[in-house]
């Protein structure tokens, strides 16, 4: 009877260990945008960093909203290995002045689409690299994604800084901050490396991202530490017997 407890208590620990390491990351896990400042009139060059948060679905498509009020004339992308992109450019809802010009159309969203097998599978993340511009002389512009997974889930990641100032549960969107000052909790920088996985992954993420990190390490050396011991407990009541 104690040999088949401590059975249990091994197997009860090494879920455990799955446990901490997956539920800190999936909750920090977000759409990002890198760098999240600019300058106003010239080129920005940013790198959108979308994670996979379901455990059995594949992203397979992801759409960039652009502004419309202050509309972005110029847009291009990189190409992604296994993935087509295409820029949509529709009718604005009312003319705008940019650069001295009257623009009534202009790029509305970048749409990015996974080939058959390329998706973003669970665990991993994807980089897309895009050139917008010219920078409007604003406070900051909202970048609303809608992300759509192999199982037909769509997340919607457009809830605006202020939004989740009042409610920190929404999805926020990426936000590029022009005039304004990035919040103090956001990082920005360089265009991240090529894509990675696992546990490189997890690791070249935002600080809220790193402390989350930092949990699930201090839980995983916790849970091991009970899987150790049961274990050595086990071995031991066997050799008694």
């Known amino acids: 009877m104690q040999t088949k407890s401590l059975s249990r208590l091994v197997v009860g620990a090494a879920a455990g260990i799955a446990l901490a390491i997956a539920a800190p990351l999936a909750a920090s896990a977000h759409v990002t945008v890198d760098p999240n400042t600019a300058a106003p009139g010239g080129w920005a060059y940013v790198t959108f960093r979308a994670p996979n948060e379901s455990t059995t679905a594949s992203t397979t498509k992801l759409v960039v909203h652009l502004p419309q009020d202050t509309p972005l004339t110029s847009v291009s992308y990189r190409p992604t290995p296994g993935w087509t992109a295409a820029v949509d450019?529709?009718?604005?809802?009312?003319?705008?002045?940019?650069?001295?010009?009257?623009i009534a159309k202009a790029p509305v969203s970048i749409t990015f689409e996974a080939a058959a097998g390329a998706g973003i599978a669970p665990g991993q993340f994807q980089l897309f690299t895009v050139s917008l511009g010219p920078i409007p002389k604003t406070g900051h512009i909202v970048l609303p994604v809608t992300q759509t997974y192999s199982d037909g889930k769509v997340v919607e990641w457009k809830a605006t800084p202020q939004d989740v100032a009042k409610d920190d549960t929404l999805e926020p969107a990426p936000v590029i901050y022009i005039t304004d000052p990035p919040p103090a909790?956001?990082?920005?920088?360089?265009?991240?490396?090529?894509t990675m996985t696992g546990a490189a992954a997890a690791a070249a993420t935002s600080p809220t991202d790193g402390i989350a990190l930092g949990l699930s390490i201090t839980a995983l050396i916790l849970a091991l530490g009970s899987v150790l011991f049961a274990a050595f407990a086990l071995r031991t009541r066997r050799g008694s017997e």
């Open 89 to 102: 450019t529709a009718d604005l809802p009312k003319p705008v002045t940019v650069s001295g010009n009257t």
């Open 185 to 194: 909790d956001e990082h920005h920088g360089a265009t991240p490396a090529p």
